[in-house]
């Protein structure tokens, strides 16, 4: 009897539940301060996709414009609409990655919510998808019937620039890896999530790195519309994303940009030991010992602060979680230092080169520095 009951167990469902309303396309949408402009997109997906059953996954960042509370609006009146709303975390790249992977249709497409990529295109993309002809479909702006209305001058070479560096380093062969708008088998991409960067804007080139000789890729041209509302949220530090996401590629994830901007941080924390220690020793008169002991504070204070808007900028601390993270790096570091003076004095035991052990010593320090505070000061 539990043999049979095992079997029904096993049998596949004969006929999918509500067949007609499982979405074949989940359509994931990044949002962070896009409330004018999710509805109009919302209106013109339904506008365009007439033969395919979708499904739209806004994923914002706890936007303080009220973005989620607009989208839940639609989704009250529209099932196909979802809404995925994270709480202390930023970044466009992990908002798609989690959208992508919170769908089961078989084809997921990332469009950003500004309407500055042409929606129209979606239903051309399903069909290269569902054709078999592809596995990942671009929308590019770099062949031919590309224009690109949304962008300045600055801004188009500043793209152009970033894209000849990941082709020619990444040995990527698409024209346009920087598009944030493309469509992707949700099988493919499952494969290959585990290994993408949650960092920065790059998920298409990411995916596509990561992804090598595995992606059958075809390309079609779209027009980048300007933004309707709101402002672009791509600054300086996605650039230093993007080349953190060009070294972890070609060290094969090795060298992470947090490690490097990590490291940084401690070399600048040195020079900042050495001003704190004068200043003490010739301003205030301090004793020796004292002195060292405020260096050391002021450059672990410093390199903290340093740390949490750079390096750990999208997981920042904030409020009371500041004066606690404050003290655990203190607590890392004072143990990273137990670290690095054993390492160099065992390594200065078998072989008497200062600066051998010294590098040795320091290395080991910031190893371990970097490993506990992502443990346990800018823990997930
Ligand atoms: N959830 C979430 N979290 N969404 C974000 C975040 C974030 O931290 N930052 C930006 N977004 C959303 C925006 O709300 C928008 O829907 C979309 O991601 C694109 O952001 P924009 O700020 O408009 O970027 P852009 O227009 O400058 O850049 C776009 O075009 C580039 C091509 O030139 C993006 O698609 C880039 O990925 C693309 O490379
Ligand atoms: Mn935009």
Known sequence: YT???????????EAPLQAATLPQLSIV???????????????????????????????DDNS?????????????????????????????????????????APYAAVIDADLQHDEAQLPKMVALLQSGEADLVVGSRYIEGYKA??????????????TEIARRT?????????????MIRRDRFEQLAPQLSTQGFKILLDVVATGQGK??????????????????????MVALDFLGLVLAKLTNDVISLRFILFATVGALGL????????????VFRAPFAEAQATGAIVAMTSNFILNNFLTYRDQRLKGFGILRGLLLFYLVCSVGLLANVGVAFSV??????????????????????????GLFVWRK
């Not at 992990?94 to 089961?104: D, K, N, Q, W």
């Not at 390309?219 to 791509?234: D, M, W």
Request: charge should be neutral; aromatic fraction near 10%.
């Open 271 to 282: 020079l900042v030991h050495l001003a704190a220690l004068f200043i003490a020793l010739e």
């Open 149 to 162: 209305e949304g962008f300045n001058k600055q801004r188009a070479g500043a793209s152009a620039f970033a």
């Open 170 to 182: 990444l040995k990527v062969e698409i024209a346009d890896p920087m598009s944030g708008f493309f």
């Open 215 to 236: 992606l059958r890729t075809v390309e079609i041209p779209y027009t980048f519309g300007a933004r309707q509302h709101g402002e672009s949220k791509l600054d300086s």
């Open 29 to 59: 949408v990044p949002t962070f301060n896009e409330r004018d402009n999710v509805t109009v997109l919302y209106r013109r997906l339904d506008a365009t996709l007439k033969d395919v059953a979708w499904e739209v996954i806004f994923v």
């Open 3 to 13: 043999l049979a009951l095992m079997k029904d167990a096993l049998q596949p469902l």
């Open 348 to 373: 200065y035991d078998q072989e008497p080169i200062w600066w051998l052990a010294g590098a040795a010593g320091a290395l080991m320090g910031v190893v371990w520095n970097y490993a506990m505070s």
């Open 64 to 104: 303080p414009d009220g973005t989620s509370d607009v989208v839940r609006g639609l989704a009250r009146q529209d099932s196909r609409v979802r809404c995925i709303r994270r709480i202390g975390r930023r970044g466009l790249s992990g908002a798609c990655i989690e959208g992508i992977l919170a769908s089961s």
